[in-house]
């Protein structure tokens, strides 16, 4: 009697001991009987045809004949060539898929690469400007860059002290008028309101003068010759100068409205090259400038030397 595998149901032959579909081992359970009303077996049934030529093929384990299309070895159970093949084929699909699944990024995952991305550039941005762009040597340029340009608003953001506040302060102080009386006072003589269009106006005459001896389209270069930095006593002794001479033209020092003399904590001179170069022609000067740290910014220290007579111009 022919055995039946009770994990599959595939039809094995009694000698069996494995099924050959999905190796199952096999029990001596042979196939239930027939009925007593089905049709009797034939007693000779018709001869089945012989299997097809190259179907067959021999157990490599123990030798026995097998079928190709079987998985297992109906004698010892040992996977056939057809099991490996298929075993095989299942790996190579599953390592395609796990490709395939790591190469796919997620709309998500893309997402989160461009806002890392985003904010790398943001702090590599900010680095610049900390480290490189607020650095002496690059604010002194900007400063010489407004001069030359006569933009007064430009300049001042990078001067150490402020100008149109330090002249309003003396004037009003000396004249006893108040603030609105001042601009009047500017209104009538040069047709501003404040300090600052007043000495708007003065750069922007200063550079009418040199685009008539070098052309228009001026352009300004400046390069560093030297720089020494102020440390010490020294630097204390500058700073005590520049408040003696503040308070000499009438500037409440500790009031801070025109410059932090306390909050400097670095100096550094600075000789540079200045070219300034039209359509035309150029011209090359030279200057020496001190730059001061106030807080965490550089800024453009002017000299003072002549403030009084400069301040004497408005009174």
């Known amino acids: ?28 359970t042979t196939t239930p009987a027939l009925s007593s009303d089905a049709p009797p077996a034939q007693t000779n049934p018709a001869p089945q045809p ?16 097998i079928d190709k ?6 004698k010892c159970g040992a996977a056939t060539q057809a099991q490996l093949s298929f075993a095989q ?12 699944k790591s190469t796919k990024t997620p709309s ?4 989160g690469l461009i806002a890392c991305a985003a904010v790398l550039i943001m702090v590599i941005g900010v680095g610049l400007i900390i480290f490189g762009g607020n650095s002496p040597e690059s604010i002194l340029t900007r400063y010489v860059e407004a001069m030359f ?17 330090m002249v309003s302060d003396v004037v009003i102080e000396d004249a006893g008028i108040s603030e609105r009386e001042f601009r009047e006072s500017l209104y009538d003589l040069a047709g501003v309101r404040t300090i600052e269009e007043l000495l708007q106006q003065d750069m922007e005459r200063e550079r009418e003068r040199l685009e008539r001896d070098l052309g228009r389209n001026l352009r300004v270069s400046v390069d560093i010759i030297d720089s020494l930095t102020v440390r010490g006593i020294e630097m204390r002794e500058r700073i005590s100068s520049l ?11 500790d009031a ?16 540079i090259e200045i070219t300034v170069a039209g359509r035309d022609d150029e011209m090359v000067d030279f200057a020496r400038f001190t730059m001061v740290r106030i807080g965490r910014d550089w800024r453009v220290l002017e000299d003072f030397a002549h403030l009084p007579g400069f301040l004497g111009a408005f009174r």
């Open 1 to 28: 009697m022919n055995k039946i595998c009770s994990n599959c149901a595939q039809e094995s032959p009694s000698s069996a001991t494995v099924c050959s579909l999905c190796g199952e081992r096999l029990s001596e």
């Open 50 to 65: 012989p299997p097809a030529s190259g179907t067959k093929a021999f157990c490599g384990s123990c030798g026995a004949q």
């Open 69 to 74: 299309s079987e998985k297992f070895c109906a």
């Open 89 to 100: 084929n299942q790996s190579t699909q599953s390592e395609q898929s796990e490709a395939e």
């Open 108 to 111: 998500h995952k893309k997402v």
């Open 149 to 165: 340009e006569g933009n007064f608003n430009r300049m001042s953001r990078y001067s150490a002290i402020d100008i149109s506040r």
């Open 243 to 253: 408040e003696s001479i503040l308070e000499r033209v009438g500037i409440d020092v």
């Open 256 to 271: 801070g409205r025109v410059i932090r003399l306390d909050r400097i904590n670095e100096m550094i001179d600075f000789e």
